[in-house]
């Protein structure tokens, strides 16, 4: 496993925007495909969004396409999930998530990984939307 570790949540206006952040622990994380999830109090875990090792392909669940964009640095060992046009419903933790990167194979053709494939998790960090 990796540890990863989330930031840049907070509180943020309807119709705001925000950068969350993920920081994982070890230099392989180019080796990673790289999810995001969230979950709101007495909701299911929902994906939102899931890009390959290169980080030329990626997919959104569709409560957000349109207004996120997932992206990676992998000299830096982060993935990052940049969230616009935000709205209460987008109230959550968010949890960034790896898995080995044979996940890739469904992000190029346009479908979601499961989240039974990503291996290690963070701990999250809360984004909060006022209206």
């Known amino acids: 496993q990796v540890l990863l570790v989330e930031s840049g949540g907070g509180l943020v206006q309807a119709g705001g925007s925000l950068r969350v952040s993920c920081s994982a622990s070890e230099g392989t994380f180019s080796s990673y495909t790289m999810g995001w999830f969230r979950q709101a109090p007495g909701k299911e875990r929902e994906f939102v969004a899931a890009i390959t090792r290169s980080g030329i392909d990626t997919v959104y669940g569709d409560s957000v396409k349109g207004r996120c964009t997932i992206s990676r640095d992998n000299g830096k060992y982060a993935v990052y999930l940049q969230m616009n046009s935000l709205k209460p419903d987008d109230t959550a933790v968010y949890y960034c998530?790896?898995?080995?990167?044979?996940?890739?194979?469904?992000?190029?053709?346009?479908?979601?990984?499961?989240?039974?494939?990503?291996?290690?998790w963070g701990t999250g960090t809360q984004v909060t939307v006022s209206s």
């Open positions: 998530a790896a898995a080995r990167g044979t996940a890739d194979g469904s992000i190029r053709i346009g479908k979601s990984p499961d989240a039974r494939i990503f291996h290690s």
